[in-house]
């Protein structure tokens, strides 16, 4: 089993900057793509950003140019510059394998105020 557990998570003032990571642990498959989910309150979870295997890197419009997706072995990071209200919700990591499948985190929690 892979397990994926994501921390860096907390409150922090309109502006600031968290730095989120996702560990992965157990007996890891090939992975072909790490993403970055996030759901607000009573909303749907929404994606993120993508980092590839081969490196490319892509990201929602409403976080471009302000977050940024990166990895280190089988740690999976999320820099968050310039933060919003509006990026307050849970952040998921999730591992797309070659194999197929995917596993998800169980969320760490990030509060921007105003």
């Known amino acids: 089993q892979v397990q994926l557990t994501e921390s860096g998570g907390g409150l922090v003032q309109a502006g600031g900057s968290l730095r989120l990571s996702c560990a992965a642990s157990g007996t890891t498959p090939s992975v072909n793509l790490m993403r970055w989910y996030r759901q607000t309150p009573g909303a749907q979870r929404e994606w993120v950003a993508n980092?590839?295997?081969?490196?490319t890197t892509n990201y929602a419009d409403s976080v471009k140019g302000r977050f940024t997706i990166s990895s280190a072995g089988n740690t999976l990071y999320l820099q968050m510059n310039n933060l919003k209200p509006e990026d307050t919700g849970v952040y998921y990591c999730?591992?797309?394998?070659?194999?197929?499948?995917?596993?998800w985190g169980p969320g760490t929690q990030v509060t921007v105020s105003s």
């Open positions: 999730n591992f797309r394998y070659w194999t197929g499948t995917n596993t």
């Open positions: 980092l590839s295997n081969g490196g």
